[in-house]
């Protein structure tokens, strides 16, 4: 205290008459300073030791330095400034009040605490260390914090927290013992529910709003719109194909978007960003016709196509069998890759569905066009054998141009399998039959490079010639014969010998050769009828015209006919009188 009396003998010395209007002053004033109350003034002075403080009555208070280490640094109070204390009790003998800060933080703290308590308000509070079952929360007196109170979601590092100052609510208080129990989770809880009703208030269809980006996912982004997240889905990001968020967004980024729809009981929101532009689908068939070439983007490929985007947000796909007109069967990265400009044919548009079909090979001229250009039918070309089946072989002539030769164009002799004339990879010549550019066809021969065996056949043979045959095969009506390789004719039934034949398999065999004659000539349908039985008649005519240039021309007619009935068998008994006679037996 000397260091105060020596301050204060240096200040003016009041008179005895000024010192007794002073107390008449402070006398009502006086009686009202009872400790404990809760007084305002203005600091005086700062010493080492203590805060002189002017509380506007006769004495001034003093604020021991030690009471402010847990509210206020002493070096940063000032003469002039406003501060509050507790009066504590009467300096009789210095004549000065003694006053507490630490106690009007406190007293006031139970206030603030009290009155949130029952109002259902918060408080602002420093967490000041953590204890084994929660935290130490300095509200102007301490209080306590529970672990599962700290936050909405459990902490994972409870250190994180010391040092900050939050808002809290009271959940418990007893002014008496000074004791309080806070809750940051129930005002975070409170202040969530109260951005949420904000946010909702505002949302309507169609309507924009602006957020913040707060995370992405794989399907999709999560907006902060300041209570709430709304979704941005994927699909709603853009007109065009994206494969992940992160091509249009980044987290924290402020975007603007459209709600899409919205359900305040489920606090869900649906968000849309395409939407803030015009859709590309609309009045998709006045922006393309079937059947014109446009320019497009190739964007992806897939195992049965490629996707080509012809504007942004509309894209078309052009199946794997209209990329090429090669017949085979070629994956799309051989043809095509990721960003390259092409030119391809609109082959049908499905707006409700959102689909165009395009072709690349329709955007070209066919290549059989081009080849009919360089030759027709009859003209001859080389290529090598890429496939064989078992109606025939395919002839690769020119790229992306395979030639069909059927079995029947193969060889003029009947084959079982077209690999019996040729192999795949074999070079080899064909004439071209047909060259049909619509139903994108082209027919091929091999035969034909010998020429037409039939039409030479009709040529050289006419009705009744003899001919040497192979039967090749037998049947229930006849047999098949080969007249010459390639060319087959019927024997029936009835011309295989001058005796009726029940079954062809028991007077002939499959190789056997015998003499025939034409019996009839269908050129037009290649056809041929011959006949074993007028064979033989017609040798054994040419044998007895022979025999008889070599006869003596003396010989009478009798001795002629006589010789010859020798080789003839007697007469039969007439069949009718066997059977009278047979009916009379079973009779």
Same mark, same amino acid.
């Given at each position: 205290m000397s260091e105060l009396n020596k301050d204060s003998n240096k200040e003016e010395k009041i008179n005895p008459k000024e010192f007794e209007n002073l107390i008449d002053q402070y006398q009502f004033n006086l009686k009202e300073l009872t400790p404990g109350k809760l007084v305002k003034g203005k600091v005086v002075k700062v010493t080492s030791n203590? @805060?002189? @403080?002017? =509380?506007?009555y006769k004495s001034e208070g003093l604020i021991p330095n030690e009471d402010f280490k847990n509210h206020q640094n002493v070096q940063n109070i000032n003469p002039g400034d406003d501060i509050e204390a507790v009066l504590e009790r009467r300096d009789y003998e210095e004549g000065y009040l003694i006053l507490s800060k630490s106690k009007a933080v406190a007293q006031k703290a139970l206030n603030n605490l009290e009155k949130a308590y029952h109002q259902n308000n918060w408080i602002i509070g420093e967490i000041t260390k953590k204890s084994k079952s929660g935290y130490t929360v300095n509200v102007g007196i301490?209080?306590?914090?529970? #672990? &599962? *109170?700290? #936050?909405?979601?459990p902490v994972k590092n409870p250190e994180s927290l010391i040092g900050n100052r939050y808002k809290f609510k009271v959940i418990k208080f007893d002014r008496k013992n000074e004791n309080a129990v806070l809750s940051r989770k129930l005002y975070l809880q409170d202040e969530k529910e109260k951005r949420k009703r904000q946010v909702f208030d505002k949302l309507a269809p169609n309507k924009k709003i602006k957020g913040k980006v707060k995370s992405l996912t794989k399907f999709g982004a999560f907006i902060d719109l300041g209570g709430i997240e709304g979704l941005l889905h994927i699909s709603d990001m853009s007109w065009g194909k994206i494969n992940h968020p992160s091509e249009i967004f980044r987290a924290g980024e402020e975007v603007e978007v459209m709600v899409l729809d919205y359900n305040e009981k489920e606090e869900k929101v649906s968000l849309g960003y395409k939407q803030l532009t015009p859709d590309p689908w609309e009045n998709i068939e006045q922006k393309y016709q079937v059947g014109e070439n446009v320019e497009g983007k190739v964007v992806s490929l897939t195992d049965f196509g490629a996707f080509i985007e012809l504007e942004k947000g509309v894209e078309g796909l052009? *199946? =794997? &069998? #209209?990329? &090429?007109w090669s017949r085979k069967n070629v994956h799309p990265k051989k043809i095509l890759s990721p960003e390259q400009k092409v030119t391809v044919s609109v082959l049908n548009i499905n707006p409700p569905a959102r689909r165009i079909s395009l072709g690349l090979k329709q955007a070209q001229p *066919? $290549?059989?066009e081009l080849f009919k250009e360089k030759h027709s039918p009859g003209s001859v070309v080389k290529g090598k054998i890429t496939n064989i089946t078992n109606f025939g072989a395919f002839l690769e002539v020119e790229k992306d141009i395979e030639g069909l030769i059927h079995i029947s164009d193969l060889s003029w002799k009947k084959i079982g399998h077209p690999s019996e004339v040729v192999k795949v990879g074999q070079e080899t010549e064909a004439v071209i039959l047909n060259i049909d550019v619509e139903n994108e066809k082209l027919s091929l021969g091999i035969k034909q490079l010998q020429g037409d065996i039939w039409e030479d056949f009709f040529k050289r043979h006419k009705v009744g010639d003899l001919v040497d045959v192979k039967i090749v095969r037998l049947t229930h009506f006849g047999a098949f014969v080969e007249i010459i390789p390639g060319i087959e004719g019927v024997v029936f039934i009835s011309e295989l010998a001058d005796k009726k034949i029940e079954n062809p398999e028991e007077?002939? &065999?499959v190789g056997e050769v015998k003499t025939a004659k034409i019996i009839k000539l269908n050129k037009k349908e290649k056809k041929i009828s011959l006949s074993f039985k007028q064979a033989q008649i017609e040798i054994q005519k040419k044998e007895y015209q022979k025999y008889l240039k070599n006869q003596d021309r003396s010989l009478k007619l009798g001795d002629i006919m006589k010789d010859q009935l020798k080789h003839i #068998? $007697? $007469?039969?008994?007439?069949?009718?009188e066997k059977e009278e006679k047979k009916e009379e037996k079973d009779d």
């Amino acid at each position: 205290m000397s260091e105060l009396n020596k301050d204060s003998n240096k200040e003016e010395k009041i008179n005895p008459k000024e010192f007794e209007n002073l107390i008449d002053q402070y006398q009502f004033n006086l009686k009202e300073l009872t400790p404990g109350k809760l007084v305002k003034g203005k600091v005086v002075k700062v010493t080492s030791n203590y @805060v002189l @403080v002017d =509380i506007g009555y006769k004495s001034e208070g003093l604020i021991p330095n030690e009471d402010f280490k847990n509210h206020q640094n002493v070096q940063n109070i000032n003469p002039g400034d406003d501060i509050e204390a507790v009066l504590e009790r009467r300096d009789y003998e210095e004549g000065y009040l003694i006053l507490s800060k630490s106690k009007a933080v406190a007293q006031k703290a139970l206030n603030n605490l009290e009155k949130a308590y029952h109002q259902n308000n918060w408080i602002i509070g420093e967490i000041t260390k953590k204890s084994k079952s929660g935290y130490t929360v300095n509200v102007g007196i301490n209080t306590f914090l529970p #672990d &599962s *109170h700290a #936050d909405v979601k459990p902490v994972k590092n409870p250190e994180s927290l010391i040092g900050n100052r939050y808002k809290f609510k009271v959940i418990k208080f007893d002014r008496k013992n000074e004791n309080a129990v806070l809750s940051r989770k129930l005002y975070l809880q409170d202040e969530k529910e109260k951005r949420k009703r904000q946010v909702f208030d505002k949302l309507a269809p169609n309507k924009k709003i602006k957020g913040k980006v707060k995370s992405l996912t794989k399907f999709g982004a999560f907006i902060d719109l300041g209570g709430i997240e709304g979704l941005l889905h994927i699909s709603d990001m853009s007109w065009g194909k994206i494969n992940h968020p992160s091509e249009i967004f980044r987290a924290g980024e402020e975007v603007e978007v459209m709600v899409l729809d919205y359900n305040e009981k489920e606090e869900k929101v649906s968000l849309g960003y395409k939407q803030l532009t015009p859709d590309p689908w609309e009045n998709i068939e006045q922006k393309y016709q079937v059947g014109e070439n446009v320019e497009g983007k190739v964007v992806s490929l897939t195992d049965f196509g490629a996707f080509i985007e012809l504007e942004k947000g509309v894209e078309g796909l052009a *199946h =794997i &069998s #209209d990329l &090429s007109w090669s017949r085979k069967n070629v994956h799309p990265k051989k043809i095509l890759s990721p960003e390259q400009k092409v030119t391809v044919s609109v082959l049908n548009i499905n707006p409700p569905a959102r689909r165009i079909s395009l072709g690349l090979k329709q955007a070209q001229p *066919h $290549p059989l066009e081009l080849f009919k250009e360089k030759h027709s039918p009859g003209s001859v070309v080389k290529g090598k054998i890429t496939n064989i089946t078992n109606f025939g072989a395919f002839l690769e002539v020119e790229k992306d141009i395979e030639g069909l030769i059927h079995i029947s164009d193969l060889s003029w002799k009947k084959i079982g399998h077209p690999s019996e004339v040729v192999k795949v990879g074999q070079e080899t010549e064909a004439v071209i039959l047909n060259i049909d550019v619509e139903n994108e066809k082209l027919s091929l021969g091999i035969k034909q490079l010998q020429g037409d065996i039939w039409e030479d056949f009709f040529k050289r043979h006419k009705v009744g010639d003899l001919v040497d045959v192979k039967i090749v095969r037998l049947t229930h009506f006849g047999a098949f014969v080969e007249i010459i390789p390639g060319i087959e004719g019927v024997v029936f039934i009835s011309e295989l010998a001058d005796k009726k034949i029940e079954n062809p398999e028991e007077a002939f &065999s499959v190789g056997e050769v015998k003499t025939a004659k034409i019996i009839k000539l269908n050129k037009k349908e290649k056809k041929i009828s011959l006949s074993f039985k007028q064979a033989q008649i017609e040798i054994q005519k040419k044998e007895y015209q022979k025999y008889l240039k070599n006869q003596d021309r003396s010989l009478k007619l009798g001795d002629i006919m006589k010789d010859q009935l020798k080789h003839i #068998d $007697p $007469p039969k008994k007439n069949t009718k009188e066997k059977e009278e006679k047979k009916e009379e037996k079973d009779d």
